[in-house]
C-alpha cells in the first residue's frame, strides 16, 4: 500500500478536529477526556 501525504483541502478543516481526538492515546479503563479539550489552548 502506498501512502501519500498531501496539504489539508480547505474542505477537509472541519474534520481535522475529529481526526485530532481520535488520534489521543487512550489506554484501556481510562475515561477518554471530553472533546472540548481540541477547543483549550494549553
Same mark, same amino acid.
Given at each position: 500500500?502506498? $501512502?501519500?501525504?498531501?496539504?489539508?483541502?480547505?474542505?477537509?478543516?472541519?474534520?481535522? =478536529?475529529?481526526?485530532?481526538?481520535?488520534?489521543?492515546?487512550?489506554?484501556? =479503563?481510562?475515561?477518554?477526556?471530553?472533546? $472540548?479539550?481540541?477547543? !483549550?489552548? !494549553?
Amino acid at each position: 500500500m502506498e $501512502t501519500v501525504i498531501r496539504q489539508l483541502k480547505e474542505e477537509e478543516f472541519g474534520v481535522l =478536529g475529529d481526526f485530532l481526538y481520535e488520534a489521543i492515546f487512550i489506554p484501556e =479503563g481510562v475515561e477518554p477526556p471530553p472533546v $472540548t479539550l481540541l477547543k !483549550s489552548p !494549553s
